[in-house]
């Protein structure tokens, strides 16, 4: 019976962190709010404080932090060791700024304050500096905005922070120890430093001159999970040396990846290794939400309200002023900043070596490891306030201003909205020697555009006064290749309305946007999707082996049978079942053609006839 109960619990605790993660990320999307806040909350309901699932966090915090592990080996996967190397500068100069300085503020208002004394200051201050490289590096993942200047000085911060763990862990003691056992640490310390350099080359060693033959062999076997197992054996093995040398496990696994990024098997590496990487950072994440001690928050609210606030306001100040510095966009700059601010999941192992050695109590680490987690749960919330709120301002503020169009225009063709789309047929007019008016609301597209000699006007289409000094009363087609579907309704409406003469040519994002043109009274529709679709159709076909006439043909009979159908329910667009019986019989009919016309060639070819329709032949040539 024991033994049964056993089983169930060891089955029973994996199937409660997969049914939270099912469950929480779902809704957090719903919400519109990162994977990250639905991992954190959902720690937070099972853990000690919440249902109390699970009441001993740390044992799982041990081995999801595989998961950071894992997401540096990616990382470190697309960063050549010559790339990593030109970033020198952005990883010492803008770590050692960034540590330095926000340690400093951190530790003189701690100890202006009385909290700590100079030594659980310079702890606290130094520990705070860290940053989440989980949470940060998965933000600039889920944006795709690592490769651009902010996500890779972030990058670079982040990873200088990684390596400052090592000596950060070894000050600690020091703090705490006494004279003699000072030069004994020292010489320990000179010790490790030996150890790291050689577990370094090492690594470098067997990246360059055992890894690539090692999977040429396993990839003779064709055995699929071996390849799997060899990508989990180096990630691991090399975070598990590192972490033998004295240094982070994810600092070893980054290094790994940089050496791996050249390899001939790196997509490999990265597909084997992605789904561990995600599953265990979900974990990583709700075990820090279960790690948040809500005895010690619920004892003293407002001090930790006050210290969340504050060394998160301290670090943003440091922040801005080096984004600043860095001349980094003002949009970018509170993205930067938010991801930053927060604390590390380094900080959880600062304050337990603290609180061994005695630099700092045990409450005082409960406290400070209450303060970075909190941290860490309101950054992505902090970043949805500043996508809705600060950023739209300070690209607005960072906009240059243009005015609008005042001087009538008499041009036979106007284009309303100068996109991918508006350009295209603004080319092929000009190139023909026809030079339309161009209205668009983009300052920094038309500035783009006037410096290449474009008539192109500041101006809302949707504006009646604005269209009739473009010219629409005289002009004698209107353009309509506006971007967003309902702005492009309107304008066609308006036109038709206004300027009954005016002939529209309109692009439709989809086939329910032609309709709505339609019954705004536009008959010159072109979905902007289907033609480039079908010339795509027509490329596969040829490289299937059908000639390119006959590739052509089939496509433009496809075109024409599209269109007729569309046509055809066209009256229906709005009953969504008619609309969807119709769109079944028609692609019935068109299989049906294609298949009479597939027999009918074949019978031609057993009779020995001449074909007098070749193009009607469906089968390669």
């Known amino acids: 019976m024991n033994s049964h109960s056993a089983e169930y619990a060891f089955l029973g605790l994996p199937l409660v962190l997969l049914a939270a993660a099912v469950i929480s990320v779902p809704i957090a999307r719903f919400a519109r709010l990162s994977a990250i806040v639905a991992y954190l909350v959902a720690g937070v309901v099972i853990g000690p404080f919440g249902f109390g699932i699970f009441n001993r966090p740390e044992t799982i915090l041990t081995v999801a932090e595989l998961g950071i592990v894992m997401l540096l080996f990616l990382i470190g996967l697309e960063l050549e060791l010559s790339r990593l190397l030109a970033m020198r500068r952005d990883i010492f100069g803008l770590g050692v700024t960034q540590l330095l300085l926000t340690a400093a503020a951190i530790a003189g208002l701690a100890t202006a304050t009385g909290l ?47 390596m400052s763990v090592v000596p950060l862990l070894a000050l600690v003691p020091l703090m705490a120890s006494s004279g003699a056992a000072k030069q004994v640490s020292l010489a320990e310390t000179a010790s490790s430093a030996a150890l ?47 972490q033998v040398v004295g240094m982070s496990m994810a600092l070893g696994a980054f290094l790994a990846g940089v050496l791996l990024a050249e390899s001939e098997y790196r997509r490999e590496l990265e597909t084997d290794i992605e789904p561990f990487k995600g599953l265990l950072l979900g974990l990583f994440f709700i075990a820090v939400g279960m790690s948040i001690d809500f005895q010690v928050v619920l004892a003293r609210p407002w001090l930790i309200a006050a210290l969340v606030v504050g060394f998160l306001i301290v670090k943003a100040v440091v922040l801005w002023g080096m984004g600043r510095a860095m001349s980094l966009p003002l949009p970018e700059r509170p993205v930067f900043v938010v991801l930053l601010a927060q604390g ?9 070596t603290a609180a061994q050695a005695g630099v700092i109590d045990a409450p005082m680490s409960s406290l400070l490891v209450a303060v970075v987690a909190i941290s860490m749960l309101v ?3 902090l970043l949805v306030a500043a996508d809705r709120l600060l950023i739209p301002r300070l690209a607005g503020h960072n906009r240059k201003v243009i005015p609008e169009i005042d001087e009538p225009q008499n041009e ?35 500035e783009a555009m006037r ?28 353009v309509l290749a506006i971007d967003d579907v309902e702005q492009s309704i309107e304008v066609a409406r308006m036109a038709r309305e206004h300027f009954p003469n005016l002939t529209i040519v ?10 709505a043109l339609r019954d705004a009274g536009v008959t010159h529709i072109e979905r902007e999707t289907l033609d480039s679709a079908l010339m795509s159709g027509r490329s596969a076909l040829e490289s299937l082996g059908w000639e390119p006439h006959h590739a052509r043909t089939l496509a433009l009979r496809f075109r024409r049978h599209n269109i007729a159908q569309v046509l055809l329910m066209a009256p ?9 019986t119709a769109a079944k019989q028609g692609r019935q009919q068109l299989e049906e053609q294609f298949a009479a016309e597939r027999e009918e060639a074949k019978a031609r070819q057993r009779r020995g006839g001449w074909d007098p329709h070749p193009e009607s032949d469906g089968e390669p040539g």
């Open 572 to 580: 229906h667009w709005k009953d969504q079942a008619r609309l969807i």
């Open 116 to 162: 700590f004394g100079w030594r659980g200051a310079l702890v606290a201050g130094l520990s705070l500096a860290l940053s989440a490289t989980s949470i940060a590096l998965r933000i600039l993942e889920e944006r795709g905005h690592l490769q651009q200047p902010y996500g890779q000085r972030a990058f670079a911060i982040l990873l200088f922070q990684d």
């Open 379 to 381: 950054t992505p919330l």
């Open 412 to 446: 036979s063709v106007i284009i309303a909205g100068f996109g991918r789309y508006g350009q295209i047929v603004g080319r092929l007019l000009y190139a023909n020697g026809v030079t339309p008016t161009v209205l668009d609301h983009d300052a920094e597209q038309i």
């Open 196 to 242: 790291i350099g050689g577990a370094i080359v090492a690594l470098v060693l067997a990246g360059r001159y055992l890894l690539n033959p090692f999977f040429r062999l396993l990839a003779w076997t064709g055995a699929r999970e071996v390849m799997t197992a060899a990508a989990l054996l180096i990630v691991l093995g090399a975070a598990l040396l590192m």
């Open 344 to 352: 590390g999941e380094f900080g959880f192992v600062v304050y337990q």
């Open 506 to 515: 309109a692009r439709a994002r989809n086939v329910q946007h032609m309709y």
């Open 451 to 478: 410096r290449f000699d474009w008539r192109v006007f500041y101006g809302d289409a949707t504006r009646l006064d604005l269209l009739r000094t473009a010219g629409a009363d005289k002009a004698r087609v209107l």
